[in-house]
């Protein structure tokens, strides 16, 4: 089948868990035989000339097109967007080059891009409440939507994936518009062929909270694809790079690694590390979003340093390291150097931080809400996120208890093996073949 997936997250500087999804998915389309297609909503204009169309893809500051093709285009555009949004194919035929962008870029056997296409979609579902439609020259059989997007393709059956409900179940955790999103997940669950989601959590919500008959809702989980040659490498060179690059000790500290915003718990996380006092320090690795300065505040106070004294010199060390990123090759090791993953999440349309930790063979402390249960098994320790007492015991516990570390790495990666691409791959095609029969 011709398959296309949205490129709305996999154009983002900095990868997203929904980028991870929809590149993992292009791939395991591509490993299931399918042509894949997939679709962009770059800034830059298109070119006239196939190189310029490469290089407008690659780079959204490509130079101003004249005065009066721009115009023209404004004039087009603004005549023709009620009726819908013209994609054009790029070629990508290696001029460019693109290495830079090779960990970023899914499997494609074609790219179309469509100029501004989800911030004109978007504000156009804010005036007139209706999903646009992409018009473009090719005929997938299937449009898979990683994303809730307000966009369809006519003539192919439209698969959304709905990731959560977060801003319905948690609204005080995002800074959605809560009536928007209702309306478009609404809109959405009546007008999709089929929906998609990664949970029996996120499933259940779906059917309760948007009225979504059974039937017409799949849960697939997700899988987690770490390439072989950072999966595996040698432990003494991810020691070397542990050690070289952040100057932390292999297997002395603790890892929390996800975007800084409400849901992810990170205020109660820092306050249960320190009231555990233990002398591991904490690595946090993740940009800050949404109200992500509320979540760090502790970070800020003067009682996060402890005073050690080394030889005959007293220095001040922080027990909290904070990273706003790190490349995919180095958190890979970041992970496999951790004496384990703190993810104590509030809610989690899947978690997928705590499945790539216990595929890594690191062990996992997270959460005993939403997803997280599901996902873990008995391969986790699982907290009530909202309780930092029992939070603090536990940091404690995995601190000192060697045993219990080396138990919970070896239940983490049987756990994860039921989540591998296999299995993934044979829900995907089920659910495919059950949309295109129309069963």
């Excluded at 996380?269 to 940009?287: C, F, K, N, R």
């Amino acid at each position: 089948m011709k398959i296309m997936i949205d490129g709305y997250n996999l154009g983002l500087e900095k990868g997203t868990g929904v980028a991870t999804y929809a590149r993992n998915l292009s791939y395991c389309l591509h490993d299931l035989g399918h042509e894949v297609g997939v679709l962009y909503g770059g800034r830059s204009a298109p070119g006239t000339t196939d190189l310029m169309k490469e290089i407008a893809f690659f780079d959204s500051n490509a130079g101003d097109i004249p005065g009066w093709l721009r115009n023209l285009r404004a004039v087009h555009e603004t005549l023709y967007a009620p009726l819908g949004y013209e994609a054009t194919r790029v070629p990508i035929t290696g001029t460019v080059i693109a290495d830079t962008f090779k960990s970023r870029l899914p499997y494609f056997d074609s790219i179309w891009n469509a100029k501004d296409l989800f911030r004109r979609s978007n504000n156009a579902f804010k005036m007139f409440s209706h999903l646009g439609r992409v018009y473009l020259n090719y005929k997938p059989d299937i449009v898979h939507w990683t994303y809730p997007l307000p966009l369809r393709i006519k003539g192919a059956k439209n698969i959304y994936t709905l990731h959560d409900l977060v801003p319905l179940r948690l609204p005080y955790t995002t800074l959605d518009n809560k009536r928007r999103y209702l309306r478009l997940c609404s809109k959405i669950a009546m007008r999709a062929d089929h929906i998609v989601t990664v949970s029996e959590t996120s499933r259940n919500d779906i059917i309760d909270l948007l009225g979504v008959h059974p039937d017409k809702v799949t849960n697939t989980y997700q899988a987690v694809t770490i390439p072989a040659k950072y999966r595996d490498k040698p432990l003494e060179v991810v020691r070397r790079e542990v050690e070289g690059t952040f100057g932390l000790v292999f297997k002395g500290y603790f890892l929390f690694f996800g975007s800084i915003e409400p849901k992810k718990n990170i205020g109660r996380l820092i306050e249960a590390y320190l009231g555990s006092d233990v002398e591991t320090p904490l690595v946090i690795v993740g940009a800050q979003a949404w109200k992500s300065e509320q979540e760090l505040r502790l970070l800020y106070d003067d009682h996060i340093r402890s005073l050690i004294r080394v030889g005959d010199e007293t220095r001040v060390k922080r027990k909290v390291i904070q990273l706003d990123y790190a490349p995919f090759p180095l958190l890979v090791s970041l992970i496999r150097g951790a004496r384990a993953t703190l993810f104590p999440s509030l809610y989690e349309g899947f978690g997928l931080p705590v499945l790539e930790s216990m595929m890594l063979g690191t062990p996992v402390l997270s959460s005993n809400r939403s997803s997280i249960p599901e996902v873990v098994g008995e391969a986790a320790c699982l907290v009530d996120p909202y309780d930092t007492r029992q939070m603090a015991e536990a940091i404690r516990a995995l601190d000192s208890n060697e045993a219990l570390r080396a138990d919970l790495s070896s239940r983490g990666v049987k756990q994860a093996q039921l989540f591998d691409e296999a299995a993934y791959r044979k829900r995907l095609e089920d659910m495919y073949s059950r949309v295109i029969e129309g069963t």
